[in-house]
């Protein structure tokens, strides 16, 4: 996991609600089975912090005694992989395919169906696997602990080797006539993963990095290697790591802490004995020298090579447990390069080296401080080099611009003390798993106070400059990385793995080859068959009682500020104005709306009238908490044909700050330099690097996107600012800048004239009453900046027509996506279509999509607005899938459930409604309800409609979804030999990236 991701996590612990007292357990005591070693107060997340080991089984255990409903739990181990097999990654999965108390084939999946759970899942890192699951419901919180202590400790994996047939691999053979081929969820998720050049990129410079330790290999798997996992080593490995003296059991919120370290105990833990034997993870010795490494990943043949080239830059730089260190690379890493006027970021611009260049820290046992440069070419290898080692020494030698460190501190200590986040306990979870893993002070992952005054002091005596010398410039523990394309590589690599399958196949007798047969067979049986009504009684489940009756309904106040509309949620906010600007789209030409998304990418980082580009991004560091701007679409009514679509400008500050704000909104709005060509052509260049990779990395979203602009104007007017055809037009308007440059600027210009004005705008705020009054002076001083005029809006025509693509990619799987508008076949909208969207995503899809199509996921999506769509992620199938699509409405013709089993589908139908929201979540929900003209009673009528819903209302949905898929409308992206293997069932096909 990239430490950006710790420090976003690390960035929200401030809490805005009152911490409770803390249990009255004392130091030195037992309880139950726990000694508390420390009872300590954490100001940093407003709460008593109790950390226990039990003494008989050796787990450690930290508990967060705060005033919080969402409760956390979640057990944790050190996983330490030695190859690439995958294996703490396949075990991840397994472990919840059964287990002794709870013998189902996956208890989490029943779980999915009908738990009032706020999160449920498992993730792997590469030296760490986690099982965390959250809830606001109290009993519920202990049903998912009790499933999930006996998934880790008591699985069944170790007597059912079709687990890991199912998750991780096996071979499959339909007929012994046939090709033998790889299955398993596993194998087809990272396959998928591996699509991507970055996370390639990753897998080979850790391998040189690491050549000694775990990081060097793979914990989720790469896909070549996955195949030589075996039963054995599997089982040995969960034997190893799954003991609780190697583990880390973390408990958050408001639930009776007794109750909790009672149930572990008597449960679980007093069944084990502490074992003495620590797994550690050894550190990576250091080069001698720097290292260079070259290698090629695969673009779709004949596909044009130029611009496609990575470069890269490595530094294994200290210990993640030096927090001071680590978070003074997060602010180098900024100030180099993130930074709109970072000097390697301009240096490499003016060199003419790549489109685009990011920098992270990852959070392994060593920091990996790294940059990489998108979109260049292997022959600027020598000169990248040189622009670096240049850069580098100069900051070394007068260090950053005072100014902008003072911002990027400024944004980090907001977001630090922002505490803007429901999900506060899975956030310090993941905030301490590297005290877990390594620190002596295991409160060390969520006290950032002291390393953040430690390092503010120490940036004004030179620490950024001493640590560019020591970590980059000094330090031999460095990679320098090409990563090029080459065209046609996967097809090689496939036809190797064909070959070696055809290989083992003919290594097989006749006897051989019938087994495997049936053995094929046996498994999808196994797959396909319903567990049995004792098994699935053995799962815990609520009852209606325990879910409220009642919508959670949030609405503004429509107030008014020099006659501009304000739509104000009132809550507590600590002191944050959370500000949101609508400015409706409709007075722009329909041929304009790509630039009205082009325009949302360029506000803010281009010069204005009284600041340059670097001083804008300083100015906005220092006074605010982030500033966004981006396109976003209302369906009123839930009806397409009423799609309000509006220009959305959202910013946060403390409400000190708000007169700030409301001068560089001005500045942004008002006094933006469109006309400045050069710095145009760099955004412009930066922006369809971000597109592109966007458009190789995303493809379920990509599809989705196209599928929905055959037949929805809201699906065409995100194609246009989001999908393939927004791709195209920034290709264009990059390509040919030199000729169409005057053409751009004052298209730009228009735009923002026909949107920038006083009667074209609506503001949204979200702060205490006390608040709005500072928001309001603020605010009526702005009025006078804004241009006024009048508005006329414009009736958008899209053609909307079914083109049924194909979508040629290097992706090693598909994203297949179906489905038309509901509304268009004279269905309406009910509520009860919640339901069915559940049972069809966690029953129908999940088992022939996932279980035994061997793809990663599947679902359907059915919205109010008429969208009725299934889709499949990172799945190795095709035709197969679609086939599936199409047999949906024969399942819920013969659809059966009982009311037990209803109760559970309409309980999980429920979990994906009513979630945990912080104040400026609050707000922009009750903006949205304002804009598509949603009433609290209608959704009190669709919420009834969910809590009444029977097996007779889903199956009588048969005709509806027989409806939709008989209009054969779909899309897929995928891999390029497999859309041509079936060219015949596209209407067309073109490559993603041209």
Request: aromatic share 12%.
């Amino acid at each position: 996991m990239k430490h950006m991701i710790y420090l976003v996590a690390i960035t929200m612990m401030i809490s805005m609600w009152s911490c409770s007292d803390g249990p009255a357990h004392k130091e030195g005591e037992v309880y139950y089975g726990f000694k508390l070693i420390e009872n300590r107060f954490v100001e940093e997340v407003n709460a008593n912090c109790l950390y226990f080991e039990h003494e008989k089984s050796g787990a450690r255990l930290m508990k967060i005694a705060a005033d919080d409903a969402n409760k956390v739990f979640a057990v944790s181990f050190k996983t330490l992989p030695q190859h690439d097999y995958g294996t703490p990654h396949i075990i991840e999965h397994s472990v919840l395919n059964g287990s002794e108390n709870f013998p189902a084939k996956s208890p989490f999946d029943i779980l999915r169906k009908g738990s009032l759970n706020t999160f449920l899942n498992a993730m792997t890192w590469p030296d760490y696997t986690a099982y965390p699951i959250a809830s606001m419901n109290n009993k519920d919180y202990f049903n998912l602990m009790h499933v999930y202590m006996d998934a880790v400790f008591n699985p069944l994996l170790h007597s059912d080797p079709r687990i890991l047939e199912q998750e991780g691999w096996h071979y499959e053979l339909d007929d012994v006539d046939g090709e033998i081929t790889y299955k398993g969820v596993v194998y087809n998720e990272m396959k998928g993963a591996f699509s991507n050049p970055e996370r390639q990129m990753d897998y080979h410079t850790y391998k040189v990095l690491f050549p000694d330790n775990t990081y060097g290999v793979s914990s989720g798997g790469y896909p070549d290697a996955i195949p030589e996992l075996t039963y054995d080593y599997f089982k040995n490995f969960h034997k190893t790591y799954y003991h609780p003296s190697n583990s880390f059991i973390f408990l958050y919120g408001d639930a009776d802490l007794d109750k909790e370290l009672e149930f572990l105990n008597s449960e679980y833990l007093s069944n084990y004995e502490k074992q003495e034997k620590k797994l550690e993870v050894p550190l990576q010795e250091p080069f001698s020298e720097k290292k260079t490494l070259e290698e090629t990943y695969s673009v779709p043949e004949g596909s044009d090579t130029n611009d496609k080239t990575f470069l890269g830059y490595y530094y294994v730089a200290g210990l993640t447990t030096d927090h001071e260190l680590t978070m003074a690379l997060d602010i180098i890493s900024e100030a180099l390069v993130n930074h709109e006027s970072a000097p390697l970021r301009l240096a490499l611009q003016e060199a003419g080296i790549g489109k685009d260049i990011y920098a992270y820290v990852d959070d392994s046992k060593q920091n990996i401080f790294q940059f990489i440069v998108q979109n260049a070419n292997p022959e600027d290898r020598e000169k990248f080099q040189e622009v670096v080692s240049e850069t580098l020494h100069t900051v070394a030698q007068k260090g950053f611009e005072e100014e902008m460190i003072e911002g990027i501190v400024n944004r980090m200590e907001f977001r630090l003390r922002e505490g803007d986040s429901p999900y506060k306990g899975l956030i310090y979870l993941f905030s301490l798993k590297n005290s877990f893993l390594f620190a002596e002070d295991i409160y060390d992952g969520i006290e950032f106070e002291k390393p953040l005054a430690a390092v503010k002091e120490g940036i004004k005596n030179g620490i950024l400059q001493q640590i560019v010398q020591d970590y980059f410039i000094d330090n031999p523990h460095a990679l320098m990385m090409v990563f090029k394309p080459e065209p046609g590589l996967e097809k090689k690599m496939s036809e190797q793995t064909k070959a070696k399958l055809a290989d083992y196949k003919a290594s097989l007798s006749d006897e051989e080859l019938q087994k495997l047969v049936e053995k094929t067979k046996a498994l999808k049986e196994y797959q396909q068959a319903e567990d049995s009504p004792e098994a699935v009684a053995t799962i815990p489940m609520l009852s209606r009682s325990d879910i409220s009756n009642d919508v959670q309904w949030y609405e503004v106040a429509e107030k008014s500020i020099s006659d501009i509309p304000v739509l104000h949620y009132e809550d507590f906010t600590n002191d944050i104005v959370y500000a949101n600007f609508f400015f409706d789209l409709r007075p722009l030409p329909q041929e304009l709306i790509p630039y009205a998304n082009l325009m949302s990418q360029l506000l803010g980082k281009m010069n204005t009238e009284n600041y340059d580009f670097g001083e804008l991004d300083n100015a906005l560091n220092i006074h605010t908490g982030g500033f966004y701007t981006y396109l976003s679409t209302y369906l009123e009514n839930n009806s397409d044909e009423n799609l309000i679509p509006k220009l959305r400008i959202t910013t946060k500050a403390t409400v000190d700050k708000t007169d700030k704000l409301f001068e560089l909104l001005d500045e942004i709005l008002n006094h933006t330099k469109f006309d400045d060509t050069e710095r145009l052509k760099e955004l412009l260049i930066r922006h369809h690097s971000q597109v592109e990779s966007q458009a190789k990395n995303y493809g379920v979203g990509v599809a989705m996107n196209r599928l929905t602009s055959y037949f929805k104007n809201s699906g065409m007017f995100n194609e246009m600012i989001n999908g393939l055809t927004y791709y195209d037009f920034v290709t264009d308007l990059t390509e040919n800048f030199e000729t169409r440059n005057e053409e751009i600027i004052t298209n730009l210009q228009k735009v923002a004239s026909l949107l920038i004005k006083k009667q074209n705008l609506i503001a949204g705020i979200t702060c205490s009453g006390e608040n709005y009054t500072t928001y309001q002076e603020a605010f009526n001083n702005f009025v006078p900046e804004l241009a006024e005029g009048e508005v006329s809006l414009n009736q958008w025509k899209f053609n909307l027509e079914p083109k049924n693509e194909g979508l040629l990619s290097s992706s090693l799987v598909q994203y297949v996506t179906k489905g038309y508008d509901f509304k268009k076949l004279g269905y309406e909208w009910d509520g009860k279509m919640e339901v069915l969207n559940q049972i069809l995503s966690t029953d129908y899809l999940q088992t022939q999509i996932r279980v035994m199509g061997g793809a990663y996921g599947g679902w359907a999506q059915i919205s109010p607005t008429g969208t009725l769509m299934f889709a499949s992620y990172r799945d190795p199938n095709l035709t197969e899938t679609l086939e599936n699509y199409d047999a949906g409405a024969e399942y819920l013709q013969n659809f059966e459930a009982d009311s037990a089993e209803m109760t559970r589908y309409i309980i999980g139908t429920i979990a994906n409604i009513d979630n945990p929201t912080t104040a400026s979540q609050r707000g922009s929900i009750a903006m949205n309800n304002y804009f598509k003209k949603e009433t609290k009673e209608k959704m009190q009528q669709e919420r009834n409609a969910i809590l009444n819903t029977t097996a007779e209302d889903i199956s009588g949905y048969a005709q509806m979804i027989s409806d939709v898929m008989n209009q054969d409308i779909y899309c897929v992206y995928g891999n390029d030999q497999k859309i041509n293997e079936h060219e015949e069932l596209f209407e067309a096909v073109r490559q993603v990236v041209q």
